[in-house]
């Protein structure tokens, strides 16, 4: 009897998995499920918390979502990248950021502990959410390993709203990350945002009439301008994509950018210094089949294949 299965008996680089897309243990890209980082260019880690949103709960269910949609994409390289990223690098399911230090699921530091390990392992970290407050974390992190950092946010909102006294939440987290010196605004920039926020705090914003009404190229080009040669973290809100695109979301914004228009953009980032990414926001009780999850396994798979076209070797 054949037992093989990839996300248990798999080894990291081996490429995509042609396997039946309705059954085996559920992982990332079947990617192997595992801990051990040593070696290991990305872990894939959920982040299944949504208790920071402002509207609609249900994304602590999007890293369980995005890996089940991503059985079914599993089958080969995404198109059109040249190079398959699962064998271009040694990628590892991580599992989920489960919290282990106490003071509920907000915790800044709970999320820093799991993802601090991974960066120190010189290891890339790809966050599945959860609401958008984990980016917060996440680049603290980042910043620690990296210095500040350039920030790529694709988006409905700026999130750069100043707290209200309620603390940090999904709509606040890139205006404490600017104030603290974490992200650099002058080299960030914010893409399908169709929002009203008169204050930028100085980051580029690129609104979804701007990605309508430009090419790709000349986006891509504005968006590489900004960012330099600074650490880049890119972070995909799946509500930058339009409701018709992904309806399965907490604060959907309707006039968004469609999953070609948004895969486009990042197809041509290749060359950035990325350093970090995520997905969030995939909250599945408002989907319909699938639709949000796979929008978003698609992203985070052209995600690790645009880290492998601009990776460095590693130290």
Known sequence: MDSWDNAITGQPGGGAVNSHSFGGAVSFFRTPLGRQLDGMDVAVMGVPMDIATTNRSGARLGPRAIRNASMSLAWERPWPWQQDPLQALKVVDYGDCENHLGGGLTSVKHIESWIDPI????????????DHFISYP????HFRKHGPIALIHFDAHTDTWPSSGEGINHGTMFYQAAKEGIVLPEHSVQIGIRTTNDDTLGYQILSAADVYENSAADLVSRIKQRVGNHPVYLTFDIDCLDPAFAPGTG???????SSFQALNIIRGLTGINLVGMDVVEVAPAYDHAEVTALAGAQIAIELLALYAACRKPRA
């Open 251 to 257: 604060t959907p914004v309707p006039g968004g950018l």
């Open 119 to 130: 960066l120190a392992a010189n290891c890339a970290c790809l966050l599945l959410g959860g």
């Open 138 to 141: 996440s680049l603290r992190s």
